[in-house]
């Protein structure tokens, strides 16, 4: 009678639905109420688990915080991520009840939503969206590979059999290339950095998984790298008489004339929803009905044509009328410059001097590590492999260049005033150094920011002074201010709009560094013309880049086709036989999965990218004084310090301080430096 019952049931359980054929089964083993009760507990036990481990990776604090405990947060992301995955798993593997199933996925939906609200900022303080970011990043690959491994599992024959036989394969692979990229994590374009008894190397585990994505991959959901185009052509531009003239099909046009921003104080200046507000402000709108002469100051216009727009800049004045410029006497860096005009002694180790004042080309992309400027900017390296040219150029590279902090702050200060902490007040940057000595100076900010407003105005008297108008010949950052590209609320640095952005950066549908790009390349034009009383002056032109600063390392591969074009073109126009190239970062990445996760990422971080081009006139000389001092220093450890030294002697050539030569690149650092001898702290010290 029973085998009879048991027979009918088990006809049931064919008949019922999924959940119906599970009460049955409870039924008749009679443990329904415990496995009802498992279940909850399991998936409470598991809640708190990735709910506590979020919370506690959302600890905020300033940027050295952040960097300190940054490997703490990324094991809480990890675990509250495995936990969610637990959840999931047992959401659709585990025989529940509709309801319960329901309910629970209901409650983990709702948990989502409310710590995302709880907390979604994008600053140091409040840095939710960024560990939300990675949490989704690392939880729907993996859950998508996991549902995926479990309809193969129940669809697929000998499943297990294969998977292992696959991941064999796939590990071997994987295996292989990573060794590959292990092998060429130091190459550069005609060295590598080599293993040197008693120099340093870098410190633990290098294993540069990162290498093994393909490109894309991190941003992939974020949007092409491409700017879409305007819907309409406007053509415009100025003529030599500084004449706007502009051509567009549509109504009316109208000319946003952009203020200069030059001369501006430094409370004027700041990166936090000042300096762009006070561009819009000051901004001038007019109608165009026909050709429109422009104030002889302004840079930048943005025309308006329809739905479309244009940014159109100029070099103005003409360099041919820029005034001989003389510096204050109560700042002129030349009061203590003992060296003008060379003892004796000095000629004698300067043996037979070159007397040409070299050109200096600054190009700075920031965060961008040595590795990475290798895997993402790869028609820029085949380009700056070209630059070395012997009997023309020499190529100098760096492979134990050492950052001296988290982020731009110090590096650049070295770098640009040759301390991290000045001792005198109102610290002038390197090219107002240059511009007391005759050089035209110029400099690009592509992200609406002033350098000395950001990292040195705490040591000025006043937030008055205006560091532009003592420092610079011209100066372009109001482009990058317009809201289309620099949010005009909110939070200017968010992670879809603003010069931080891991999607495409655009303005008026081109990326925003080709405007860069096009006014350097206006004032090379003007500037080598041959033409106008300034023509013989020297020049010092800066350009500073941020699509290397932002999580996924992906949008750097958008400068790559314009940077490369602008270093063959400085090659073919022959302007390296007489200008010095600086194309350099100040640090690695210092966000993202690579940086939070891996040591390679840490080692990348403090490993920024260095090259440097000179006229081999100028190489030749300096070689001959130090013993190829370039040369040794490629595989010595160096820093921003070395670089501002190297800056100094270039722009009092002929007649440099022989004090700034030995401490520049041109002369061997110590053997078997350390990082106590290159001033780089303990606790940062990658290099040992």
């Known amino acids: 009678m029973s085998a009879g019952i048991s027979w009918k049931a088990a006809q049931k359980e064919t008949l019922l639905p999924h959940h119906s054929t599970r009460n049955v089964i409870d039924t008749n083993i009679g443990i329904p109420f415990r496995l009802k009760s498992t279940a909850t507990l399991t998936f409470f036990v598991l809640t708190c688990v990735w709910v506590s481990a979020y919370i506690f990776s959302l600890q905020g604090g300033d940027l050295l915080f952040i960097n300190e405990n940054l490997g703490i947060m990324g094991t809480e992301i990890l675990v509250s991520v495995f936990s969610l995955t637990a959840i ?14 329901r309910n629970m996925l209901f409650v ?3 948990l989502l ?25 690392i939880f729907i690959p993996l859950n998508i590979t996991i549902s995926l491994l479990y309809v193969l599992f129940v669809t697929v024959p000998n499943f297990v059999t294969i998977l292992l036989f696959t991941a064999v394969i796939i590990l071997c692979g994987a295996t292989a290339i990573l060794r590959h990229y292990m092998d060429i994590f130091g190459n550069g374009t005609f060295d590598r950095m080599r293993d040197i008894p008693g120099e340093c190397t870098w410190q633990g585990n290098n294993y540069p998984l990162v290498d093994l994505l393909p490109p894309g991959t991190q941003n992939f959901w974020a949007g092409g790298m491409h700017c879409r185009p305007e819907p309409m052509h406007i053509s415009a531009g100025f003529d030599d008489a500084g004449i706007l003239h502009v051509n567009c099909t549509s109504g009316s046009i109208f000319v946003d004339i952009l203020p200069q921003t030059r001369q501006w104080p430094l409370a004027d200046k700041s990166k936090w929803q000042v300096f762009n507000h006070r561009v819009l402000d000051r901004m001038v709108r007019k109608r165009y009905d026909g050709p429109m002469r422009v104030d002889s100051e302004v840079q930048s216009v943005v025309v308006r044509c329809g739905s479309s727009s244009k940014v159109v800049t100029r070099v103005s004045p003409p360099i041919s009328l820029l005034p001989k410029y003389i510096p204050p006497a109560d700042s002129d860096t030349r009061a203590n410059d003992l060296h003008q005009q060379p003892s004796p002694e000095h000629r004698g180790e300067m043996g037979l001097l070159p007397t040409r004042r070299p050109n200096v080309m600054f190009i700075f992309i920031d965060a961008t590590s040595h590795r990475q400027f290798y895997r993402r900017l790869k028609k820029t390296a085949t380009a700056l492999a070209t630059l070395h040219q012997p009997g023309k150029t020499a190529l100098t590279e760096l492979y134990r260049y050492h950052s001296l902090g988290v982020s731009t702050d110090n590096s650049t200060k070295a770098m640009y005033l040759g301390e991290i902490f000045p001792k005198r007040s109102n610290p002038l940057p ?3 150094y240059y511009r007391d000595r005759g050089y035209v100076t110029a400099r690009v900010e592509t992200s609406c920011e002033d350098w000395t407003r950001t990292y040195a105005a705490k040591y000025y008297k006043s937030l008055s002074y205006s560091v532009g108008e003592r420092g610079l010949d011209y100066e372009l950052s109001a482009p990058f201010c317009m809201p289309e590209f ?26 925003v560094h080709e405007y860069g790009f096009d006014y350097i390349d206006q004032l090379r034009k003007e500037l080598r013309s041959g033409s106008g009383r300034n023509s013989s002056r020297p020049y010092m032109l800066m350009l500073n880049l941020m699509e290397g600063h932002e999580g996924t390392g992906e949008v750097l591969r958008t400068l790559d086709n314009r940077l490369s074009r602008f270093l063959v073109d400085l090659r073919d126009n022959g302007e390296l036989e007489d200008t010095a190239l600086f194309l350099l970062s100040d640090h690695g990445l210092h966000m993202g999965l690579n940086f939070a996760f891996l040591n390679s990422g840490q080692i990348e971080h403090k490993n920024p990218f260095y090259a440097m081009v000179l006229p081999q006139w100028l190489r030749s000389h300096v070689d001959s004084q130090t013993e190829q001092g370039l040369l040794v220093n490629e595989q010595r450890l160096t820093t921003p310090f070395e ?8 722009a009092d050539w002929p007649f440099y301080n022989p004090d700034d030569f030995k401490k520049s690149l041109f002369t061997p650092v110590k053997v078997g430096r350390s990082c106590a001898d290159a001033n780089i702290g303990a606790n940062f010290c990658m290099c040992k």
């Open 113 to 137: 939503v409310f710590l995302y609200v709880y907390d979604h900022g994008e600053r140091f303080e409040k840095h939710g969206f960024y560990n939300f970011l990675v949490l989704l990043l």
């Open 643 to 650: 670089t501002h030294y190297t800056l100094k002697t270039l």
């Open 108 to 110: 983990t939906l709702a």
């Open 88 to 101: 999931t798993m047992m959401l659709y593997m585990r025989r529940l009840r509709t309801k319960t199933r």
């Open 486 to 511: 620099y949010p005009a609320t909110g939070n200017s640095f968010g992670n879809f709009k603003g010069p931080f952005s891991i999607s495409a950066r655009c303005l008026y549908g081109r990326h």
């Open 430 to 432: 390197i090219w107002a």
